[in-house]
Structure formats: C-alpha cells, structure tokens
C-alpha cells in the first residue's frame, strides 16, 4: 500500500519568485526550509544525483528543473521506498501554486513508524516550509500552522533521543 501525501499553499506571486524558493532549497540563503527543524543539507549545490538529506531521512536528487520543480527519491531510512518533491504550478502572473508531494511506501512494520512518528513530523515539517514560502513572498503568514499537543512531544522527545538530527 502506498502513501500519498500533499501539501500546497496558493501564493500571490509570480512564478519565477516561487520557483526561486525552491532554488534555493539546502543553500546557505534557504528560504523555503524552516530554520528550527533539522536543517536540509546536500553534498554540493541542487543537481540531479546530489545526495542529502534532513533528520533521519536521506535522499538523492532525481530530477530538478530549476525555477519548477525537484524531485528527491529516498535512500533512508531502510524500508521507506518513494519519492518527494516540490513543484510550481502559475495561475497566472501574480498567483502561484507551491505544492509538496510525496509518494512512499513503507515496508514491513516501517508502516507503524510512518503512521506514529513520520506522518505527523513530515506534515507539521511541510506544512511549516509552505508558511516559510508564504513569509518570504509577502512578509507575513496569513494563517500560521499551529502544531498538535502530539507534534510538540514527538518534537521534544526526538530532539532529546537524536540531537544529532538537529545538527
């Protein structure tokens, strides 16, 4: 079984800003990744067969059309097969589409780590990036993400158990 997660946030913005966002995804101006999870970090610059990562999660670049798309196929952890990927998608000249999609199917007893652990991380992670994008382009946040009481204990409780994913 497979999962399908999405996550996109309408922005009144030119394509080409949005798509700048994701550009600059893992570099040192980064302003798409929220600056308190673990960071996303990558070997060198955005490119096809770059390897990186955030957290525990690992991953090798697939494809990356700069300015509209990247796609990150996951190399980890173990039983996590899939993919996950930012793109843009014009409205028109002021209003632009952000869209996170991620594709995974976990294996074996990898479903329960998904269901109770990576699930709710990955949609507070991706849910907080879009607000980050949102910030970035209009110098605020119409309606900030707010986490669960679950959310801020997984969060607690792998900062204390793995720092060195913060690192």
Same mark, same amino acid.
């Given at each position: 079984?497979a999962? #399908?997660?999405v996550h996109?946030?309408l922005?009144?913005a030119?394509?080409?800003a949005?798509?700048?966002?994701i550009?600059s $995804?893992?570099?040192e101006n980064?302003r798409? %990744?929220?600056p308190?999870?673990?960071p996303?970090? !990558?070997e060198r610059? #955005? +490119? *096809?067969?770059v390897?990186? &990562?955030h957290?525990?999660?690992?991953?090798v670049? =697939?494809?990356?059309?700069?300015?509209? %798309?990247?796609? !990150? /196929?996951?190399t &980890?952890?173990? &039983?996590f097969?899939g993919f996950?990927?930012f =793109?843009?998608?014009r409205l028109?000249q002021a209003?632009?589409? #952000?869209?996170?999609?991620m *594709?995974l199917?976990p294996r074996?007893?990898?479903w329960?780590g998904w269901l #109770?652990l990576?699930?709710?991380?990955?949609?507070?992670a991706?849910?907080?990036?879009?607000?980050?994008a949102?910030?970035?382009?209009?110098?605020?946040?119409a309606r900030?993400v707010?986490? =669960? %009481?679950?959310?801020?204990? $997984? /969060?607690?409780a792998?900062?204390?158990? +793995?720092p060195? %994913?913060a690192?």
């Open positions: 079984m999962v #399908l997660n996109e946030r922005l009144p030119p394509q080409e949005v798509g700048a966002l550009d $995804l893992g570099s980064d798409l %990744w929220p308190d999870w673990p996303v970090r !990558f610059p #955005l +490119a *096809v067969g390897r990186g &990562g957290g525990p999660v690992r991953y670049v =697939s494809h990356y059309v700069p300015g509209h %798309w990247v796609r !990150f /196929r996951f &980890g952890p173990r &039983g097969r996950h990927e =793109s843009v998608e028109d209003r632009t589409v #952000l869209r996170n999609t *594709v199917r074996g007893v990898r329960l #109770l990576f699930r709710p991380l990955h949609n507070a991706f849910q907080h990036s879009l607000d980050c949102e910030r970035a382009l209009t110098g605020g946040v900030p707010r986490w =669960s %009481w679950y959310v801020r204990l $997984l /969060r607690a792998t900062a204390r158990l +793995a060195r %994913w690192a």
